[in-house]
């Protein structure tokens, strides 16, 4: 379906912090994985006052790109992941957003397959899974409505497609700090009864070459289960 | 049965604990009678609706604890030692599934390498052709 002629229907909201290599490598395979889609966006920069010149490197690509593709709003400091999303979605002309990170951990390949995946069954919520399941699903079903019945496999994750007034919904609600955060949201729009779909993505870590999964990221998890588990109604 | 217990679960229990727990502690701090409680606890509440997780599991282990000691007073003929061990022991099982799926996560785990070299190759492509477009980069 093409897109609203007022405007686009997906904005992509992207934080940065010190991010002048990657930032023009993510629009540009943005632009290369949604030209031919037929899907109209737009991306909005949120910059938390980078020091490196994202901003200036920013600018450039609005002049490229055009400014009805690419939209920067910065802010006077860093100033955290959820208000980076308030203030972008206060922009936000799409009805859909998605959110991803501008590292290039996150790849934009996967945005059409997200896209595609919502408007198969409508769904409130699309969550890019690292943790895809292959074989063997029958036991990661009983795993994954073990301890909190959270319907995701991936609970960290921060690459998610959501309707705008949902994501509002959810951000107004959450009150943790952190990638905690992104659990919180998923846990709570699984409480809410949203639909949520998952979407494998592979998530690259370009310095180190490996996943970002390791032994501490592990155990933060698990302290974050936790603290839902007893805190969160 | 499910919407029966959900509804359950969503909302007499967690009040009723929230009641009971309040008022032991409430009525230990304040000045307040038990009464006075009761009534401030009595009107709607919004935040009485959901529980935690926690209080959700707690509605689920309580009756199987119940049973389970009812079972030990009641005539059925059985050890003492297989009464303490049965919880012991389902424990230590749930803790070595526990631990058995986070390890098959981290096993299942996708190899990037593939999706590495991809992307090298799309930054080096990329920087190819926003070099033509005059957008400088570093």
Known sequence: MPGNRRGPEYSIILPTYNEKDNLPIC???????????????????????????TQDIAKQLIKEFGEEKIILKPREGKLGLGTAYIHGMKFARGNFIILMDADLSHHPKFIPEMIRL??????????????????????????????LQPGVSDLTGSFRLYKKDILAKLISESVSKGYVFQMEMMFRAKKHGFTIGEVPITFVDRFFGESKLGAQEVISYAKGLLYLFFTVS | MFPILRALNADLVPRLFIISRALTTEA????????????????????????????????????????????????????????????????G??????????????????????????LIREIDEARADLKRRNVKLD
């Open chain 1, 27 to 53: 629009l540009w395979l943005i632009e290369k994985c949604m030209k031919d889609t037929g899907y109209s966006y737009e991306v909005i920069i949120v910059d938390d006052a980078s020091p490196d010149g």
């Open chain 1, 118 to 147: 919502q408007k198969q069954k409508n769904y409130d919520i699309i969550t890019g899974t690292r943790y895809s399941l292959g074989g063997g699903v029958v036991g990661w079903d009983l795993r994954r409505k073990f301890l």
């Open chain 2, 28 to 91: 230990a701090v304040s000045n307040h009678t038990p009464d006075e409680l009761l009534l401030t606890l009595a009107t709607p509440d919004e935040d009485l609706k959901m529980a935690t997780q926690f209080q959700i599991y707690l509605t689920k282990i309580t009756p199987i604890l119940f049973v389970w000691i009812v079972t030990y007073f009641s005539g059925i003929p059985h050890s003492f030692e297989i009464f303490i061990a049965t919880p012991i022991v389902l424990i």
């Open chain 2, 93 to 118: 099982l749930l803790g070595i599934y526990a631990v058995y799926s986070v390890i098959a996560g981290v096993l299942r785990f996708r190899n990037c390498e593939e999706a590495k070299v991809e």
